[in-house]
């Protein structure tokens, strides 16, 4: 039996002129949706907002908006609290916890709820380790429960928590089966009793486990069974019987549950040391990836390290305080950088990190003997909510100020597989590949060359990232092993960038377009980045050549891409009536390539302060619409402060605006802030576009 409440989605999504309103105390805002459990495209569990939901006024959903079953209760002195999730329980008396405070940080979301006389912590924290491969690679999450009297009076506290099957599959008819292993760790398991390798039903993996485990200390027990057994079982007797259901069945048939439960004892005015809870989807291999010998299969870094996934788990969670340690530290790193730029900034980044990393996932190939290499690693990306691509070049492109603010190499290894790739030959086209697969997680090319064409946009992309990555970490090796293709790329951006065909550019959702002004730009700079890669490789006469050339294609441009008032530069040439957000130059600036004057600068800056809507400057003069990622790559080509925080103010608003419920979408409309169709996408890395000028 399954009892919901909470917000409607549909309901979020027509308040689109409401800001959100909650009777707890936020920091630093209520965010659309807000991160629970986010670490891979498979692990992504969030609490979704609209106007705003207690953490006990919404079920935990999947990305997508599927409910993830996850329940929480507490018994104080034999009076039960509901904390997490909504779930109905016939038979039985209990009260909802009330939500007093709200705060988000860059890895974790932390929730404080009366429960009566008791307080309770609820800390959600998704680890974020750029510079450690195994546990970045890690797909866990923590949940922490500390508890702290509030009357001065001593309490008998027990909490409880539970996951159901949804956690494995996108059909809850789907049948599933599960154990419970115990020993120093108590682990819940569970799987889908048919399953398919790189498979997926509405975004869900279908193959692999879903954990829910926690330390087997004194006073912690568990129980699996249909949903309101045992959450009653617990409710009335503030124990479970250690027991399991072997009548595996549907999801949605009984609704499995996979209990866990600690009795703290008595809690006074100290807060307990926190109980913790680890969930996570852990499959094998990850990724099916092309080579020229054939497809490959890889794993997550992780097992390089673990022989099971039990080790895993029970070595994630004796280290929860060392990465509480760790997360603490990386967050005051963020807030301290992003504050430098204002509040707002530092609030629109904090909630992004989480949503950017958790769509990529770190592999490792297999030596002949069956032993893991270590040297040999590649990040792949899902291209989130909108093609489902793998590494999508132009979605990796916006995301990229994310792998350059925390760990530059995560940044070679996504460019490595595409690189490889097209090196490989069997890639037919003179321009860079759009993705390396249509169906995350296989990265198993385009050999017809069928991909979505966007030749400008992706050779540009490519040069930019790579030396972008050179530069910022001196490492060469993939400007000396790739050269040729690179290029290559430059040869056919001399030929078709100056004057762009009719194409697509990354807002592919807008439609094609000729002569577009600002694919125009990456055209440019891309050219000129192969200059700067040339000079550092010593080939001085490509270099110049490449720089002339660039410089040319300016001064032509100009000619082309400019109004007849002289006040913006158009949308496409030969329309000045039109203009659009040139967020192209943010990569002028950011190679320091100067290849754009300083005129054009200033002229843009003016410009946008004068078409600026409630929720931000429009894409272009085609829509109303924007995105977040390009408002804030525009902020950074800004003249002025004022003019730069035009563009983030824009961003914040529209993400504590309550207007969405949806994990923060980079796609809305500038009028009335309402949502159009993105969320969760990992390309608001670009947010922090800002703290890599």
Do not use: C
């Not at 002195?77 to 509901?82: E, I, P, R």
């Not at 829910?212 to 009335?236: E, H, K, L, M, P």
């Not at 909510?385 to 940044?411: E, R």
Request: charged fraction near 10%; glycine fraction near 8%; avoid cysteine.
């Amino acid at each position: 039996m399954r009892l919901l409440s909470g917000i409607s989605a549909s309901l979020a999504l027509l308040l689109s002129t409401v800001y959100a309103q909650v009777s707890w105390t936020v920091s630093p805002f209520n965010p659309p949706s807000i991160p629970l459990a986010v670490r891979t495209p498979y692990l992504s569990a969030w609490l979704p907002q609209g106007p705003g939901a207690a953490l006990n006024g919404a079920w935990p959903t999947f990305w997508t908006g599927s409910i993830l079953g996850w329940a929480g209760f507490v018994n104080v002195d034999g009076t039960s609290y509901n904390f997490l999730g909504t779930p109905g329980v016939p038979g039985v008396t209990f009260q909802k916890a009330v939500q007093k405070s709200f705060t988000f940080t860059s890895t974790q979301s932390i929730f404080v709820l009366s429960a009566g006389p008791i307080d309770l912590t609820v800390t959600f924290l998704s680890p974020v380790e750029p510079n450690d491969l195994v546990k970045q690679s890690t797909p866990f999450a923590y949940m922490s429960v500390s508890a702290m009297s509030t009357d001065g009076a001593a309490h008998t506290v027990q909490v409880y928590s539970d996951i159901s099957a949804e956690w494995v599959s996108g059909d809850n008819s789907l049948k599933a089966n599960w154990s419970t292993t115990t020993g120093n760790t108590l682990i819940h398991q569970v799987s889908l009793a048919s399953q398919t390798v790189f498979s997926e039903v509405n975004d869900h993996t279908q193959y692999g486990s879903a954990y829910y485990a926690t330390s087997n200390v004194v006073g912690a027990t568990f129980q699996t069974g249909a949903d309101v057994t045992v959450r009653a079982q617990f409710i009335r007797n503030g124990v479970l019987p250690n027991t399991q259901d072997t009548n595996f069945r549907a999801i949605s048939d009984n609704w499995p549950v996979f209990a866990l439960a600690h009795n703290l004892g008595s809690v006074s005015g100290t807060a307990t040391t926190p109980v913790v809870f680890a969930v996570g989807h852990v499959r094998d291999p990850a990724i099916q990836y092309i080579t020229r010998n054939g497809n490959q299969n890889r794993s997550l870094y992780f097992w390089s390290q673990f022989r099971t996934a039990a080790d895993l788990i029970t070595s994630f969670l004796g280290d929860f305080n060392a990465a509480l340690s760790r997360a603490k530290t990386f967050d005051t790193k963020v807030q301290t950088d992003a504050n430098r730029i204002s509040t707002d900034y530092t609030g629109v980044v904090e909630l992004s990190i989480r949503q950017s990393l958790g769509a990529n996932e770190i592999t490792v190939s297999k030596n002949s003997d069956g032993t893991f290499n270590t040297n040999d690693v590649l990040l792949f990306m899902k291209e989130i909510s909108s093609d489902g691509n793998t590494n999508t070049v132009d979605v990796i492109f916006p995301a990229w100020p994310i792998f350059l603010y925390t760990n530059p190499q995560l940044g070679k290894f996504l460019l490595e597989g595409l690189f490889r790739y097209q090196a490989s030959g069997l890639y037919p086209n003179k321009w860079s590949v759009h993705d390396l697969g249509a169906h995350y997680p296989q990265a198993i090319g385009h050999n017809d060359g069928g991909d979505e064409a966007m030749p400008v946009e992706e050779s540009g992309n490519m040069l930019i990232m790579a030396l972008s990555y050179a530069q910022k970490t001196g490492d060469n090796s993939q400007l000396t092993t790739y050269t040729a293709l690179l290029d290559q790329w430059t040869q056919f951006l001399i030929t078709d960038s100056l004057i762009p065909a009719n194409q697509i550019s990354t807002d592919d959702f807008a439609g094609p377009l000729a002569n577009q002004t600002n694919l125009a730009i990456k055209g440019i700079v891309g050219i000129k980045a192969m200059s700067q890669i040339a000079s550092i490789l010593g080939d001085t006469a490509k270099s110049a050549n490449y720089s002339s050339i660039a410089a040319n294609y300016v001064t032509r441009w100009q000619g082309f891409a400019q109004s007849t008032t002289g006040r913006h530069l158009t949308l496409s040439y030969g329309n000045s009536a039109s203009w659009g957000l040139s967020y192209n130059m943010f990569a002028d600036k950011l190679l320091k390539l100067n290849v754009f004057p300083q005129s054009i600068y200033d002229q843009q800056t003016a410009w946008y302060q004068t078409v600026t809507q409630p929720f931000g400057v429009p894409l272009d003069t085609r829509h109303t619409y924007t995105k977040s990622d390009w408002e804030i790559w525009t902020g950074g080509i800004m003249t002025t402060t004022a003019a730069r925080d035009i563009f983030v103010s824009a961003v914040h608003k529209w993400a504590s605006s309550g207007t969405s419920s949806a994990p923060f979408g980079d796609w809305y409309e500038t009028t009335n802030g309402a949502p159009q169709g993105f969320r969760a996408r990992p390309v608001v890395g670009g947010h922090l576009a800002l703290l890599v000028l």
